[in-house]
């Protein structure tokens, strides 16, 4: 997998959507901005990370915290955008699944080799 492509077009589209919840949820909760807002942080701070896996090694644990970095930005931030556009909260139901891919993909950096 070529994490840096992965990573370039994450971070963009973080950028670009935390531009959408600047200048276009106005008609919003101030929970939901919020929501928001964590939800594009969270997937930039993981884009960053997704960023430096080229720097390592090959490995089934490069591997492991690129999948679910990817996963955990899907699952996290996608939920999360999905039930602010969507006005059903139902839909923010795999937020604590990215959450623990988030986790675990952290976890697997420890097992990394420069």
Request: hydrophobic letters at 60%; a positive charge; proline letters at 2%.
């Given at each position: 997998m070529v994490w840096h492509v992965v990573?370039?077009?994450?971070?963009?589209s973080g950028v670009g959507l935390g531009a959408i919840g600047a200048h276009r949820l106005k008609n919003k909760t101030e929970k939901e901005k919020n929501d928001w807002n964590t939800a594009t942080r969270y997937q930039l701070i993981h884009s960053l990370a997704l960023a430096v896996l080229p720097a390592y090694q090959r490995s089934?644990?490069?591997?492991?915290?690129?999948?679910?970095?990817?996963?955990?930005?899907?699952?996290?931030s996608g939920s999360i955008y999905t039930y602010i556009?969507?006005?059903?909260?139902?839909?923010?139901g795999?937020?604590?699944?990215g959450g623990m891919a988030f986790i675990a993909?952290?976890?697997?950096?420890?097992?990394l080799k420069r």
């Open positions: 990573a370039a077009l994450s971070g963009a089934n644990a490069r591997t492991a915290a690129g999948v679910l970095f990817t996963s955990g930005i899907i699952l996290f556009l969507t006005d059903n909260i139902k839909m923010s795999a937020a604590p699944l993909g952290w976890l697997s950096l420890a097992l």
